[in-house]
């Protein structure tokens, strides 16, 4: 099963993604937990990258779309979790032909929905417990990156939903309630 978790910054992909794979044995794909792996390990890429993720804006199609296509190549144990990608209508279609060259396909693309307030209350929260315990946020987990990061899930990403709904494989989960309720709702729309 290869499944999209879609939704804006704070809505709880990478928590329901790293379930998924203890439970399910899927692999989770974040391309953005790439990306920071390349800024910290200092690689061209991950030099390149860096100021633009800080701002919050979206780094290029080509990087991401570079990123995912190795890591399709290897070995799909119980299938992959995309978590931040596909980000834009050219990734979406790059993704539809990536799995295809693998003879694979997209199961569905579940659309975490939730309330704009608590998403800001979220992150920066995320922030602040970072910081309690004495370690740092993520570099783009402030109000002004935030706001970026919003306006480009809103004009680049949000797209996605009419696209995947007007592909047959959209669901969509209210992503608002507690961890494990979402999960169920999740695992329902993976049945
Ligand atoms: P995330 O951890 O998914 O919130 O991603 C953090 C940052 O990495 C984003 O704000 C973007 O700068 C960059 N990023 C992650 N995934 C993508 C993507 N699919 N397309 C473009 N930029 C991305």
Redesign the pocket.
Known sequence: MNIILLGP?GAGKGTQASMLVDERNMIQL????M?RDAKTSGTAMGKKVAE??DR????TDEI?IGLIREKLEGDKKGGFIFD?????LA?ADALAALLEEQGEALDVAIEMQVNDDVLVERILGRAAEAVAAGGTARA?DNEESLKI?LM?YYKQTSPLIGYYYAKGQLKSVDGLGKIEAVKAEIAKALK
């Open positions: 910054p974040s391309t953005g937990d990306l633009v993720m919050g804006e979206l780094v991401v931040g990608f596909p980000r834009t990734q783009d990061r480009a």
